[in-house]
């Protein structure tokens, strides 16, 4: 069965330290694997990650994704407040199909 | 670029009442999606459109709800009659293809009492 498995599900953390969120994957015909940051509505689009190795990088956030063990990390330094949130992993499989995990639910305290 | 808009944002019914959602995915964006999300959960797929055609509804409840999307553009999901364990956030995504990501609208809060 396909499935998309991401860790912690909880994580509390005070402002300026690094946090390092899992995602991982079992699916036929992987595609490509998403981050989302949903805040109180609609999920927005973080990084799309394809190919195995590469990290992207967009200001104090970064992922990689790493196709021999299934899985990605998704890496915040320096975190802000204004990082709390619910972080989604998303694995696009077959055609358009687009399984996501559970999340992770990011609080950063002052 | 406008994007996903969907209606009503909140909804609160009794239950065995019906209830619909409407979405307008971005234009272009042939595929659309319409997703879940229980409190702490990350979003389901219910089912996915490819223009007209429904592709996948394989987790849809057909027993008490249908959707459409005439002429391949705008959505509507409707749940006939709702069950108190339909309260959740109605999602809808669309995508202009493989390779490319989902943009979500800002979904349907239902609430059934």
């Known amino acids: 069965e396909d499935k998309v498995v991401q860790s912690p599900l909880s994580l509390v953390v005070h402002e300026g330290d690094t946090v390092t969120l899992n995602c991982s994957y079992e699916?036929?015909?992987?595609?490509?694997l998403l981050w989302y940051k949903q805040e109180k509505k609609a999920p927005t689009f973080l990084f799309m990650l394809?190919?195995?190795?590469i990290e992207k990088k967009s200001g104090r956030l970064s992922s990689i994704l790493d196709k021999k063990e299934l899985s990605s990390i998704l890496n915040i330094t320096a975190t802000q407040t204004g990082d709390s949130a619910i972080y989604l992993c998303a694995v696009a499989y077959n055609n358009n199909d687009m399984r996501f995990g559970a999340g992770t639910r990011l609080t950063v305290k002052p | 670029e406008a994007g996903v808009v969907q209606s009503p944002r909140y909804k609160i019914i009794e239950k065995k009442q019906p209830v619909a959602f409407w979405c307008n995915p971005i234009?272009?964006?042939?595929?659309l999606y319409w997703y879940r999300q229980n409190l702490g959960q990350g979003p389901e797929l219910l089912i996915r459109y490819e223009n007209e055609e429904a592709v996948d509804d394989s987790q849809l409840p057909k027993d008490r709800f249908s959707a459409e999307r005439l002429k391949g553009v705008d959505s509507t999901l409707k749940i006939q009659p709702a069950e108190l364990g339909d309260s959740a956030v109605y999602l809808c995504?669309?995508?202009?293809?493989?390779?490319?990501?989902?943009?979500f609208g800002n979904g349907t809060r239902l609430t059934v009492t």
């Open positions: 995504a669309s995508r202009k293809g493989v390779g490319s990501p989902l943009h």
């Open positions: 234009s272009g964006h042939n595929t």
């Open positions: 699916v036929t015909n992987f595609r490509s």
């Open positions: 394809t190919s195995s190795g």
